[in-house]
């Protein structure tokens, strides 16, 4: 038997890279990795299991005989191929905000709704990287006492806009360091040694489209249409991982003792939570992990059956290849790949 086909569109990108190194070292057998990317990164080349393979240009194609396709290149780039990848016979996992609310969609964390699977068409949707680590911690404490209302801020890292971000804050940094003014390009205002409450655009309301995917995409996912969820989207001066404070309020009562319990049995969530010796997560610890962790779990004591929380986890893995490489996985477990399995590999 032979191992999987597989594509990889945007492999050139930050999430794309992180995609080709973790199945680089996994368990999935790979057969063909065709890596994929714009007209402009076509012809040079990314490393995959010790070997530089050639990126080619993605177009709509250069699915034939895939079995799987990887989306990490943005909405338009799926609007436009993921379909094709499909007719083509492969199973797309998107990345990309184009069909996560897309009802005939199914929206994925596989240790949150991985029975969501069986529902796909070819086309299975990952979530926003500052939801999956979200609803990781949100799971097991709905299921135990239930969730009335969720408040949560994120502190997002820069990665999570790219290359030319994480540059940015690099060079504004030693720009403001050496005494020189630092100068904002890819955000509207400088990010070194600062905030930005502003992620994605305005809409008419006031929230900004990351904090409507947050929203949106927690109750599609928990599969709670109703549940009451505000958040606010603040970019961080950090390279990499996401942080969330989270307050939430909950049907029953749960001590903190007791959701340290719940959280530490919970699959993929990691408590670090001893503030009397400094302990609790952050982004340094985060960087390069897979876990989600949380801390700084205690009784909101302004609310009934009130509970603060601080999530912290890696956008670039768990937030989006991770999370992304889980959902083949899951399918592979489940029976659900086109192919049969086997020890082939590139």
Same mark, same amino acid.
């Given at each position: 038997m032979e191992g999987l086909r597989v594509a990889v569109v945007g492999a050139t990108g930050l999430v794309g890279q992180k995609i080709l190194e973790i199945l680089g070292a996994g368990r999935i057998p790979v057969a063909e990795l065709r890596p994929m990317a714009s007209q402009r990164s076509a012809g040079s080349s990314v490393e995959f299991r010790g070997k530089r393979l050639t990126v080619i240009p993605a177009g709509p194609r250069e699915f034939a005989g895939c079995d799987v396709a990887f989306f990490a290149a943005g909405s338009s780039v799926s609007k436009e191929l993921a379909p094709a990848a499909v007719e083509q016979g492969a199973i797309c996992i998107d990345k990309s905000n184009a069909f996560r609310m897309n009802p005939s969609v199914p929206l994925v964390v596989p240790e949150v709704n991985s029975a969501d699977l069986a529902l796909h068409s070819g086309l299975i949707a990952s979530p926003n990287c500052s939801t999956i680590q979200l609803v990781l911690v949100l799971k097991p404490i709905h299921d135990a006492v239930g969730l009335e209302r969720v408040v949560v801020s994120t502190y997002q890292s820069v990665s999570g806009t790219g290359h030319a971000a994480i540059a940015e804050l690099r060079q504004q940094s030693n720009d403001i360091l050496e005494g020189r003014d630092a100068r904002a390009v890819v955000y509207s205002r400088p990010i070194a040694f600062n905030l930005i409450p502003q992620i994605d655009s305005f809409d008419d309301s006031g929230y900004t489209l990351e904090e409507r995917k947050l929203m949106d995409e927690s109750r599609k996912i928990l599969g709670l249409p109703d549940l009451k969820v505000t958040a606010t989207a603040v970019r961080a001066p950090v390279f990499f991982a996401h942080c969330e404070a989270v307050n939430l309020q909950t049907r029953k009562p749960l001590t903190p003792g007791d959701a340290r319990r719940l959280l530490a049995g919970a699959e993929g969530v990691s408590v670090v939570d001893d503030p009397q010796h400094h302990l609790y997560p952050t982004p340094v610890d $985060?960087? =390069? %992990?897979? *876990?989600?962790?949380? =801390? %700084?779990? %205690? *009784?909101?004591?302004? $609310? %009934? !059956? =009130?509970? !603060?929380?601080?999530?912290? $986890?890696d956008n670039l893995r768990k937030g989006a290849a991770t999370n992304a490489v889980q959902i083949l996985e899951a399918l592979i477990r489940k029976g659900m790949v086109l192919r049969p399995l086997g020890g082939g590999t590139v």
């Open positions: $985060a960087t =390069g %992990r897979d *876990e989600v962790f949380v =801390g %700084r779990i %205690r *009784e909101d004591h302004s $609310a %009934r !059956n =009130g509970l !603060n929380l601080w999530i912290v $986890a």
